[in-house]
Structures are given as structure tokens and as C-alpha cells.
């Protein structure tokens, strides 16, 4: 009898054990297969949004500039020499993606980001210095001469970083920078060119 009892409770621990490692296979394939869905484009193009502008290059660059306001009768002209100091920062507006740029496919995500662009102009007010200001002998001062300049300053500089290939090196930062995010959430990234 006790043979039998020592028989029976065995059996019935092995079957409770079978029961156990059966049910944590199917709580492991079930939650893993709810973590696979969990990533819709909804939730993929959320997270990406959370970056908004991505700035991912900073040029700093200096340029000699020479404005002259020239007039036509005697008199002289009004000329400023400037050292400008100009910073301009590249990145792609992720608040531009749409939910047809982004496609979910379990742990695989397609994306089309948008073009890089400049986000920024400006310049460094402490570096940048007037070397030189003259006022013609018979013209008046022009108080706004300075800021025209600066005005021209900023927007060679922006060509400048544009010759010097900024939008290519912001593009191909952006692409790395949102591949690591997607690999940290656990997600393979496949880049849709524009």
C-alpha cells in the first residue's frame, strides 16, 4: 500500500511539473508574441517624434567681410570690415514623418526620413568684431551699416556650410543616430531612400 501511495504521489508531482513547464512555454510565447505586436507604427513613429529636431552637425566657420555703401556723388563711403564668427547647425525635423513613412514588420522597421536641412544660422557675438568702421567726410553715420553686414555675414555662412557638404554629414548622422535608438528598443532598422 505505501508503494503504491509513494507510486501515485510521484506521478501526480510529475504530471504537476509537466503541467508547470507547459505553461511557462506558452506564457513565454504569448507575451513574446505580444511584445512583437506591441510595435506598430503608431508607437514606432511616436518614439522617433520624441527626438523632434535632431541636430546633428554643428559647423563653426569664420569669414572677412568688407560692406561698403557706396554712393555716387562726393562725399565717401561707409565701409565696415567685420570678422565674423558664424555657427550653423544641420539635423532632420523628425516632426515631419508621417505614418506611411514607417513600416512595422515585427522586430524589422522600414523608415523614410525626411532630407536634413540647416536649423540654424546665426553668429557668435563674442568672436565676431568690427575691425574697421569708417563714415564717408560729407555722409552721415548709418547706424544700421553694422547690422546689414551681419546680415550678409549669416548668409554666407550658410552658403559656406552648404559648400562644405553639412547637409550630406548631418544625412548620414541622422541615419545613425536613429538606428542605435531602434536597436536599443530591440528592433532591426532598413533605411527607405528618399
Known sequence: MLKLRLFIGAFVLVIIL???????FVIRSVTSNSGANAYNTAVVLRQVQTLSQLVTVKYVMEKVLVYEDVK????GDNRVLMIAHGVVKAGVDLDRLKPED??????KVKIKLPAAQI???YLDDK????????????RTFDKD??????KIAVDDVRRGARAAGILKDADERA???????????GLEVEFIRR
Not at 102 to 107: G, P, T
Open 18 to 24: 509537466a503541467l508547470g513547464v507547459w505553461l511557462g
Open 102 to 107: 514607417i513600416q512595422v514588420h515585427e522586430k
Open 119 to 121: 536649423m540654424d544660422c
Open 175 to 185: 541615419l545613425a543616430q536613429v538606428e542605435k535608438l531602434f536597436q536599443q528598443m
Open 127 to 138: 568672436q565676431t568684431q568690427v575691425v574697421e568702421r569708417t563714415t564717408g567726410l560729407l
Open 72 to 75: 555716387w556723388f562726393p562725399g
Open 145 to 150: 551699416l553694422e547690422q546689414t553686414a551681419r
